[in-house]
């Protein structure tokens, strides 16, 4: 079974401008959740989908938003970039029943100049 | 913030059993006990998650004290390969909102 794969691996983006990272979740999953990781502060979440629908959200600015189809592939998008959003933005999947673990894919990491 | 405490770094041989420590007590009574680990550059990855019991899989062993005040994780032979960093999170049962703490950096040495 494929895992979560996320793309681009690598972007490097100007100050003010916007960026769309992509995501697909593993088959059969239906629960997508992103989050940020810096030097930092570490792992952060930012927003839960589940069902085209946004469950959960993190402590993030307005300029962070998601979304996701109805093939579960999800989207994140980040608005009028600074310095600090340079970081690694991970996706992970669950199957979203009582104790499913998250499963990672190996970010995109999204430097700011 | 992490609900959890955990030493910043531990060493061990290679073939040797690593025991990863966890302090969690403030845990609930809903609340599981779920282990990640981070190999440089890549995503967190899933490794075991326990309720009460103890639980065993083909990676890890998860022992919870009767308490539920603390925890250990179990790698029963390492490898160069288990070099990374360990999160223990616990959080409720449909846990996509984890709380990551800063970990446990684990040196496997030969």
């Known amino acids: 079974k494929a895992g979560v794969t996320q793309t681009p691996r690598y972007l490097i983006k100007t100050r003010g401008q916007q960026v769309t990272l992509s995501c697909s979740p593993i088959s059969g999953h239906r629960s997508v959740s992103w989050y940020q990781q810096t030097p930092g502060q570490g792992l952060q979440f930012l927003f839960e989908?589940?069902?085209?629908?946004?469950?959960n959200k993190g402590n993030f600015p307005g300029r962070f938003s998601g979304r996701q189809f109805s093939n579960s592939r999800s989207e994140m998008n980040v608005s009028t970039l600074e310095l600090g959003d340079s970081a690694l933005y991970l996706c992970a999947s669950s199957l979203d029943r009582n104790n499913s673990p998250l499963h990672f894919g190996n970010g995109t990491r999204l430097t700011v100049t | 913030d992490a609900k959890t405490t955990q030493p910043p770094s531990m060493d061990c041989a290679e073939g040797r059993a690593a025991n990863l420590p966890c302090n969690h007590s403030?845990?609930?009574?809903?609340?599981?006990v779920y282990w990640y680990r981070q190999i440089h550059s890549q995503g967190p990855q899933y490794i075991i998650h326990g309720l009460k019991n103890n639980e065993t899989n083909e990676m890890a062993s998860l022992i919870i004290t009767e308490d539920r005040k603390s925890s250990t994780l179990i790698l029963p032979h390492a490898t160069l390969r288990d070099t990374a960093v360990y999160y223990c999170i616990v959080e409720t049962g449909t846990a996509s909102k984890l709380t990551f703490g800063t970990g446990t950096r684990l040196q496997v040495t030969l």
């Open positions: 403030t845990i609930s009574g809903n609340e599981y």
């Open positions: 989908y589940f069902s085209e629908t946004q469950r």
